[in-house]
């Protein structure tokens, strides 16, 4: 169990354009999920944590109008890359909170944006 | 802040060799600990985390991790790597009362195994 999709897998997309990534909570509700980014050769960086049902909370740095974060239901969280720029090309993962369980959060399989 | 600590961007070892990644953090309370792995273009699959009790932990693919507060260490460990095991490695640390935050994770350790 606690098996974490994240679609697509990979996305290549123009400058200016807007890029829709999910993530999905397969076998389990999930309240909190979380949006990290990875850049080549770094570590994970938190973006935002999102919250069903309420808006989402942004790290410091992070821009919530270019990342516009979407939780509409205990298994679904959405992260909209808007007016996509080059430098906004990384891997995305998400992971999710099964309510009930300490903190252990389960990662989705990440996805690769890249921005021309 | 939280911080946490991977002294060592890349460590190379011998298959059959024992393994030590090295973690410290950084936290005024005792965070909740874990360790994961990844593999090129891949997700994040945990090996063993650590709330309580117990200082040392065993995770999969033969993994353990030592809870050392006085050092504020959290160290990988495993007796004989194989060339499977050759991936990035990440320690992350989470607030253990602040319920809905999100990971704090080391540089990462990137393990090569040698033949």
């Given amino acids: 169990g606690a098996v974490v999709s994240q679609h697509p897998s990979r996305v290549i997309c123009k400058s200016g354009t807007s890029v829709k990534i999910e993530c999905r909570s397969l076998d389990f509700q999930a309240t909190t999920m ?6 080549p050769k770094k570590s994970l960086m938190l973006m935002a944590t999102s919250n069903e049902g309420s808006k989402a909370t942004y790290e410091q740095g992070v821009e919530k109008d270019k990342f516009l974060i979407n939780h509409a239901s205990l298994t679904l969280s959405t992260l909209t890359v808007t007016s996509a720029h080059p430098e906004d090309s990384s891997f995305y993962i998400c992971s999710a909170r099964r309510q009930g369980i300490n903190n252990e959060q389960f990662f989705g399989p990440g996805t690769r944006l890249t921005v021309l | 802040a939280q911080s946490v600590t991977q002294p060592d961007i890349h460590i190379t070892v011998s298959e059959g060799a024992s393994l030590e990644l090295r973690c410290n953090y950084s936290y005024g309370a005792t965070p909740y600990l874990f360790w994961y792995v990844q593999s090129p273009g891949q997700g994040l699959q945990l090996l063993l985390k650590y709330f309580s009790g117990d200082t040392l932990v065993q995770g999969i693919k033969g993994f353990e991790a030592e809870f050392k507060r006085s050092q504020s260490s959290f160290n990988l460990r495993k007796p004989s790597v194989h060339w ?5 490695y990440f ?3 989470v607030d253990s009362g602040g319920g809905a935050d999100g990971l704090t994770f080391g540089k990462g350790t990137h393990l090569i195994i040698q033949p």
């Fill in chain 2, 84 to 88: 499977s095991d050759a991936a990035e």
């Fill in chain 1, 34 to 39: 979380f949006w990290y980014r990875q850049f």
């Fill in chain 2, 91 to 93: 320690c992350a640390v």
